[in-house]
């Protein structure tokens, strides 16, 4: 099985005591409607009425063609780390999510980018993970290419 990694706690925290998002500028402090406002850390939905922030993230050190940016929800409260192997909330309230293999170096492995659906994301997976080149795959939203989590292979 692999496993769903969620964001740092550590990047979580410093986000929630105001720290810049990727394109320089405090998180943004909003009230969530209670769907479709998935939090990258504990990997559930906000509830409606909590507060949440809304920031540009990106998931990768440095600069590089490939380390894209684009935004996400969290928690504005302290919340549990989500992850395992278990397949997350935040990867069964949409149709579907845009998959991609990425290789050691933090590059796409073309080929291996695809729309998928919850049902088929663990031969998606398996597929994908069969392939040496892969290091790890990032989930992000089919429709608003939001970063949703990065899946690691089987330890």
Known sequence: MPTFTAMPTDIVTAYRNGAKDAHGNPPERHVSNGAGNPCRHCLKDIPEGAEMLILAHKPFEGTHPYAEVGPLFLCADACAQGGGQALP????????????????????????????????????????????????VHARSARNNCYQLRIDRDA
Not at 123 to 130: A, D, I, K, N, P
């Open 89 to 136: 909330d935040i990867l069964t309230t949409s149709p579907d999510y845009l998959l991609k293999g990425y290789s050691a170096d933090d590059r796409i492995v073309y080929g291996t980018g695809a729309i998928v659906r919850p049902s088929d994301m663990s031969v998606y997976l398996q597929t994908t993970f069969e392939n040496p080149q892969i290091a790890y």
